[in-house]
């Protein structure tokens, strides 16, 4: 069974408990196994990893911009193209249940020609008299 | 008063005055390179890593949100970055720098002294044996608040509590007995 106090054996190893806590949580650590090891295990912890030195920093001349808008810009909303495709296939999916539901059934038509011939003015005099005129120029011939 | 002049610096830099973005370095440089040097454990990677990471923060400055917390943005921006090298070398191992190299005794030190940094190198090789995660949290409670670490994790304060606890328990239990109390 863990120490209920184990997350104030943490923030006072590292000094984050406050001064209240603090004299409570001592009385505790006196008779805690659990959290005395915790507080020796976080002291242990920081003596090991000892501070590095930083090399220098050497300060570009001037700071470099993304100059690759199109590249920067597609990276930036990376997060909605799934968003993207998921919504163009929804389109297309409400657009054709659209024309499902909405398409009326084939109605067949019969057309019927409403048409005279005798309205129709057949003058073929001259096409005769050509036809006539050929005829009689074959048998000369 | 401390705040105010580091929003004060970022501002100007936000301003054009790039020069003063030295200052907020000179300020973090040391805890933000032991941070990358301990999650990488590779020298040359780690200053190249703190070098871009600076960059980085130096470009992004105008994306930063004056009410938050730089540090934590900072090491999140680094965080960041050891997460991409990670990335990139997943198929490479890297062995690390030889940790025993400076625990033999130098004619002034006292048998006393030796066993404690052998003892101190023990705990930093089995900090390093940790899964990723939990080394993580241990390496960020080096150099960040608990609030901080939950800024850098997006997570709410118990949980970034929470995973120390658990990171602290399995260091004590790969240490075993030895360094129990």
Redesign the interface.
């Known amino acids: 069974m863990p120490c209920k106090q184990e997350n104030n054996a943490l923030l006072y190893a590292y000094g984050e408990l406050d001064e209240n806590a603090t004299k409570t949580f001592l009385e505790h650590l006196k008779t805690c196994k659990e959290c005395q090891n915790i507080v020796h295990l976080c002291a242990l912890t920081t003596a090991s990893l000892t501070p590095k030195q930083a090399p220098q920093f050497c300060m570009p001349a001037k700071p470099v911009e993304n100059k690759n808008f199109k590249i920067g810009f597609l990276q930036k909303f990376r997060w909605a193209y799934p968003a993207l495709v998921f919504g163009v296939f929804a389109l297309i999916l409400g657009f054709t249940a659209f024309e499902f539901a909405t398409k009326k059934p084939m109605v067949s038509t019969i057309q019927t020609l409403d048409f005279n011939f005798d309205d129709v003015d057949t003058d073929l005099t001259d096409l005769e008299t050509e036809i006539t005129d050929l005829f009689q120029y074959m048998q000369e011939i | 008063m401390k705040e105010i002049n580091e929003q004060e610096i970022i501002k100007a830099v936000k301003s054009g005055n790039?020069?003063a973005?030295?200052l907020l370095?000179d300020k973090y440089?040391?805890?933000?390179?032991?941070f990358i040097?301990?999650s990488i454990k590779n020298e040359a990677a780690a200053?190249d890593i703190?070098?871009d990471t600076?960059?980085k923060a130096?470009?992004q400055l105008k994306n930063y949100r004056e009410e938050g917390n730089f540090k934590a943005w900072l090491f999140t921006v680094a965080r960041n970055k050891v997460t991409d090298y990670f990335r990139a070398n997943s198929k490479t191992v890297s062995l690390p720098e030889d940790t025993t190299a400076d625990i033999f005794p130098s004619k002034e030190n006292t048998e006393k002294e030796v066993f404690s940094k052998i003892?101190?190198?023990n705990?930093?090789v089995k900090?390093e044996a940790l899964p990723e995660k939990d080394k993580e949290i241990?390496?960020l409670?080096?150099y960040l608040?608990?609030q901080e670490i939950a800024e850098v994790l997006n997570c709410p304060l118990?949980t970034a509590?929470?995973r120390?606890?658990r990171a602290?328990k399995k260091?004590?239990k790969t240490?075993g007995e030895e360094?129990?109390?």
Request: aromatic residues 18%; glycine residues 4%; hydrophobic residues 50%.
């Open positions: 790039y020069e973005f030295g370095v440089k040391e805890s933000l390179y032991s040097f301990y200053q703190y070098q600076l960059v130096l470009t003892s101190l190198d705990i930093h900090i241990i390496l409670r080096q608040s608990f118990g509590l929470a120390l606890n602290i260091l004590q240490l360094y129990a109390l």
